[in-house]
């Protein structure tokens, strides 16, 4: 699985886009990429993923460079409950043996 | 649906001492994970399978076992616990071939005292 860089924290005005950036440089064609978050200490939930078209859900929009090496996670309009720990992750969704690891995440602050 | 379960949610052992995790989950998922995350940390993958009878090891496997006798069942053992040891314990699961997400349980908090 490649690796992924992101920034250790960030801080948001309350009502303002949040724009997480993630950089996955040694990503391969077929690693999708995946975002989670982790509000104080419950598990990870699920946020969205794609692979290489821009994707969006009722939580957040998930924007891939054309080259795949980075991407970047936009919640539209960040709320005190988005102040959480967000994960961006790669892997390939079939096959084989699969170390799904994650990084130690982006702490994002959401100030009121 | 109760999605994935751990079980006990907290526990404190004394150093030596041992015990197992459970992770269950209903979705019928080939892959299940175990991971461990200290305070101030990310999630560090410990163990993980792709089905039943399998495992392989993760980033920081030394100190635990696992197995995976039943496909919806991944246990994580712990032989003679240390205080190195204290964390919080995650499990998570998800289908092997299809593009979908993984679904974690909400964590096993253990301390070794």
């Known amino acids: 699985d490649a690796k992924t860089t992101q920034p250790p924290s960030m801080d948001c005005a309350e009502g303002r886009a949040a724009n997480l950036p993630c950089n996955h440089s040694t990503i391969s064609g077929n690693e999708y990429v995946y975002w989670y978050r982790q509000i104080h200490s419950q598990g990870p939930q699920y946020i969205i993923h794609?692979?290489?078209n821009n994707e969006t859900n009722e939580m957040a929009s998930l924007i891939i460079t054309e080259d795949r090496k980075s991407s970047t996670l936009i919640l539209p309009h960040a709320t005190l409950r988005d102040t959480a720990v967000y994960y961006c992750?790669?892997?390939?969704?079939?096959?084989?043996?699969?170390?799904?690891?994650f990084g130690t995440g982006t702490k994002l602050q959401v100030i009121p | 649906n109760a999605g994935v379960t751990q079980t006990p949610k907290f526990r404190v052992l004394k150093t030596g001492q041992s015990m197992t995790l459970l992770c269950a989950q209903d979705m019928n998922h080939e892959y299940m994970y175990w991971y461990r995350q200290d305070p101030g940390m990310g999630l560090r993958l410990i163990h993980y399978?792709?089905?039943?009878?399998?495992?392989a090891k993760g980033e920081v496997p030394d100190g635990y076992n696992v197995s995976r006798l039943k496909k919806q069942n991944f246990l994580l053992g712990l032989e003679s616990a240390a205080p190195s040891q204290t964390s919080v314990y995650f499990c998570a699961s998800f289908e092997r071939d299809r593009n979908t997400e993984a679904f974690f349980g909400q964590g096993t908090r253990l301390t070794v005292v």
């Open positions: 399978s792709v089905g039943e009878g399998t495992t």
């Open positions: 794609g692979l290489k």
């Open positions: 992750i790669v892997r390939v969704p079939s096959g084989g043996y699969q170390k799904v690891t």
